[in-house]
């Protein structure tokens, strides 16, 4: 790791990546909890 | 990257469930070895030196986006054969993750190219045609979001359906003709990858298809299992609005003949 | 013989508005039946789901035999019916007889049916050859009139059909409805104009708030008034 | 269905013929496109001849929005696409008449480019059966394809910027095949050409299947 090219593509890259799904992920996550409050737990089939 | 702190499951209630959370565990293990081996354990290439560790996350985004685009188009089909919700909610769920990750093969593919070609954007056949698949699931997805205005689930018609059964064939359709334009119109053809890739190289690349392709799935389920409550929440809305268009009538609330 | 229109416990939704929420009614061949009631009852969702415009959510719905529930027969039943509505669906690019015709021929209709059609809804001569862009608001009402007549339907519904038009015109819309049942149509209307309305139908149904509720319940075996005659 | 089809056809037709809408208001657009063209592309440096295959299919793309739009606005227009469903014409003659009525407006205005961009970039035309086997055949998948989006979007609150979203990224295979092949056949090696002609062929075969199956349901939805 001491002579790497295009160090700052690379980490553009893998960190827009990573930085976006995480972000999509929490926020698809976050919405199934607001969601599931209002539905009663048997039509949660996966719990 | 999936945050594990989310992934549990509160007494309130959420989408995941215990087999989201070994997807979710599998997905985040994978993703620490690939990080491994895309940046430190494989070595750089010859030519494009350290740039190719790019493609350890570019190729597999672009293969989950593709897949998803095809797994809409199943999920269309079924749902104009079946009509059964669980078909529309997956259409739905598979175009937006696709949708996630074309625009991430886009930015990789286009940060990619800066150091291997000199430019941002070339007109490659991949990028000409993913480019175009950005567009028709943006307008597969506002197609979608009309069709919910229409109410549940059995009132909801074809259009979305019919825009999703076309979606992977035009896909095709439009790279192949891409391709052919391309190919007879370049003289002096950059290849990205050596024509073979051996030992770590392969063996990264496969590896982030994998770990991706797990990604993908936990993240399907999940806006999966959203969808589906979505749809739960409109339903228990048709019941209550029915009690209040019949109290217009002056009658006892409930189907079935009223005890007034 | 069943009846030409069977609905019990129909709902029809529009988008997420349940617009029918719950109609219970029976309307047998040869009849002329008025559907009253205040502005938003329903009236126009009903007669629109009746010609199989709009699919029935819940409940049993049968017109003409077709099965309101399933979208394959609405589209079968929608060529024997003829719909009066807000709306004309008359092109204003073309001129009188061009609509006519072209909504006459749609339906099968021979080129004398369409004059036949137009002389007996006073749209012939002079005014045939008009657009109609130009026309006021009762000759449209009239040539609308005309398409349906056309069109020979076995159901006609008339959605305030006595609006707009003057008093030739509700005395002639009134004798052509008689007409049609004496040839073996049914027919079902909504009108603001009760008194007229009412010495046309021989039965009056009540809607509030997308219900049937107020109304004698219809026995669960209804036996027809009166045979039909299929139209040609 | 033939028959059901003449009779959408020679409707949709002869409200153009009454209303001139495509002669006074498209085909001027389209001329005003070649005109704008040339005044944002440089035209003492070539780049006009040379790109005035492509420049002609972007204009006839252009247009065929419009036309399509027009096509389903006849519809809309009080309650008509609720008279359409209750005249007991066959969903599928509706769709070939609705897309010959289009196709033969955009044949017209094909023409006119034509002789525009003969004459305004002097293109050079060397291969006229392959000119005229493209625009035929990339006009039918227009029509066909246009048609078919077409009543996807009609009727919807936001139809005029949901219908280019949907359709052009579809289309990208008829503005590459027919540009390809205009190339070929203007100023270029005829033989170059056919095989895109065979794509722009194949392109309007499926949409026309799928039209011709799909429009029952689409005609459905409600608006």
């Known amino acids: 790791m001491l002579a790497v090219s295009h160090v700052g593509y690379i980490a553009a890259g893998w960190g827009i990546v990573l930085g976006s799904l995480a972000l999509y992920g929490l926020r698809t996550v976050r919405r199934g909890r607001t969601l599931a409050q209002q539905v009663p737990p048997e039509d949660r089939r996966w719990t | ?201 392969l063996f990264t690349l496969m590896l982030g298809i994998v770990v991706f392709g797990l990604i993908f799935a936990w993240l399907l389920v999940h806006r999966f299992r959203v969808g589906w409550l979505e749809e739960r929440v409109e339903h228990a809305g048709l019941d209550d609005a029915l009690r209040a268009r019949r109290a217009e009538a002056g009658v006892v609330a409930g189907l079935g003949g009223g005890t007034a | 013989m069943e009846p030409v229109v069977h609905l019990r416990g129909a709902v029809t939704l529009l988008g997420r508005f349940p617009a029918l929420a719950g109609i219970d009614l029976d309307v047998a061949a040869g009849e002329i039946v008025l559907l009253r009631g205040p502005n938003g009852a329903g009236k126009t969702t009903l007669l629109r789901c009746c010609a199989g415009l709009l699919p029935v959510a819940r409940g049993r719905a049968v017109v003409l035999g077709h099965d309101l529930t399933d979208r394959g027969e609405a589209r079968e039943l929608r060529r024997q019916v003829g719909l009066l509505g807000h709306a004309t669906g008359l092109y204003d690019e073309l001129t009188v007889a061009d609509n006519v015709r072209f909504w006459g021929r749609a339906a099968g209709a021979t080129d004398d049916a369409v004059r036949t059609a137009m002389s007996s809804c006073g749209v012939d001569g002079r005014l045939a050859d008009l657009l109609v862009a130009r026309l006021s608001a009762g000759q449209r009402r009239r040539t609308a009139l005309a398409c349906l007549v056309a069109r020979r339907p076995r159901l006609w519904l008339l959605d305030e059909p006595h609006a707009g038009l003057d008093q030739g015109g509700r005395d002639l819309l009134d004798e052509l409805a008689r007409t049609a049942v004496g040839a073996g149509a049914t027919v079902l209307l909504s009108s603001h104009e009760l008194d007229r309305a009412e010495a046309l139908a021989d039965r009056v149904v009540t809607l509030v708030g997308g219900t049937t509720d107020g109304n004698p319940q219809p026995s669960p075996a209804p036996t027809p008034t009166q045979e039909p005659v299929l139209a040609p | 269905m033939l028959r059901d089809a003449a009779l959408i056809a020679g409707k949709d037709l ?122 035929v055949a990339a006009t039918a998948g227009l029509a066909a394809a246009g048609t078919l989006y077409g009543v996807l979007a009609a009727g919807l609150r936001v139809r005029e910027t949901l219908l280019p979203i949907l359709l052009l990224p579809v289309l990208a295979p008829v503005l590459i095949g027919a540009t390809k092949s205009f190339e070929a056949a203007l100023g270029g090696v005829a033989s170059d050409g056919w095989p895109w002609c065979g794509l722009l062929v194949a392109f309007a075969l499926t949409y026309l299947a799928v039209g011709t199956l799909a429009f029952g349901t689409l005609m459905e939805e409600p608006s």
């Not at chain 2, 685009?69 to 999920?75: Q, W």
């Not at chain 2, 769920?93 to 941002?120: C, K, M, N, Q």
């Not at chain 2, 019919?162 to 052919?180: A, C, E, K, R, T």
């Not at chain 4, 001329?31 to 592309?41: D, K, P, S």
């Open chain 4, 14 to 135: 002869r409200v153009e013929l009454r209303s001139q809408v495509t002669t006074q208001q498209v085909a001027p657009f389209a001329v005003l496109v070649l005109i704008l063209f040339g005044v944002a592309l440089d035209p003492d440096r070539g780049i006009l001849a040379r790109a005035s295959s492509g420049l002609f299919w972007v204009a006839v793309l252009f247009c065929a929005l419009l036309a399509i739009q027009r096509a389903f606005t006849i519809e809309s227009a009080d309650g008509g696409r609720d008279a359409l469903r209750l005249s007991g014409l066959d969903p599928a003659g509706i769709f070939l008449g609705k897309a010959a009525a289009i196709a033969l407006q955009l044949a017209a205005l094909e023409v006119v480019l034509a002789v525009g961009v003969v004459i305004m970039y002097g293109a050079e035309v060397t291969g006229a059966p392959l000119l005229i086997a493209t625009c």
């Open chain 2, 1 to 201: 990257m999936t945050a594990p702190h989310a992934v549990g499951s509160g007494p309130s209630g959420s989408t995941s469930s215990g087999a989201t959370r070994v997807l979710g565990g599998l997905s985040l293990a994978g993703l620490a070895l690939l990080l491994g081996y895309a940046l430190v354990w494989s070595p750089a290439d010859r030519t494009q030196r350290d740039s190719v560790r790019l493609m350890y996350v570019h190729v597999p985004s672009a293969i989950v986006a593709f897949a998803a685009c095809a797994l809409t188009t199943v999920a269309a089909a079924m749902w104009l054969r079946r009509r059964t919700e669980g078909w529309w909610v997956l259409g739905g769920a598979s175009a937006e993750v696709g949708l996630v990750f074309t625009a991430l093969t886009l930015v990789t593919g286009s940060i990619w190219g800066r150091p291997t070609w000199g430019t941002y954007w070339d007109w490659d056949p991949r990028i000409t045609s993913t480019s175009l698949l950005f567009v028709m699931l943006v307008g597969y997805l506002a197609l979608r979001r009309i069709d919910n205005e229409a109410g549940d689930a059995a009132q909801r018609g074809t259009r979305g359906a019919i825009v999703g059964l076309l979606l992977f064939p035009n896909v095709v359709v439009v790279h192949y003709s891409v391709d052919w334009w391309r190919s007879l119109h370049q003289t002096a053809t950059i290849t990205r990858l050596d024509p073979t890739i051996e030992g770590t190289m």
